[in-house]
């Protein structure tokens, strides 16, 4: 598994613990707050917290979080000079 990272996004500051097939869970201010997953390239859908199922009502911050997401894995992969292989 990869390692948890922070991503900035107005104002707040969000701990990401990426999970297994483009899931990612979401912290803020030490609590779950949210679980988004990748859809296509660049839509992202939320995971329901109790069920685990896709809720596939449109969340603007659930995009904005997972634009965050692909540009900080974007910077990982050019500071290691190599392309990630997930």
Do not use: C, R, S
């Not at 969000?14 to 990748?38: H, M, N, R, S, W």
């Not at 069920?51 to 911050?61: S, V």
């Not at 659930?62 to 292989?85: R, V």
């Amino acid at each position: 598994m990869k390692e948890p990272f922070d991503i900035e996004l107005q104002g707040f500051t969000y701990a990401v613990f990426p999970e297994e097939d483009d899931i990612y869970t979401i912290f803020l201010e030490g609590q779950e707050y949210l679980k988004i997953q990748k859809d296509t390239e660049n839509h992202w859908i939320t995971i329901d917290p109790d069920t685990d199922t896709p809720i596939f009502e449109e969340n603007e911050e659930a995009q904005l979080l997972g634009k965050e997401i692909l540009e900080y894995k974007e910077e990982e992969i050019d500071e290691d000079g190599e392309q990630n292989q997930e």
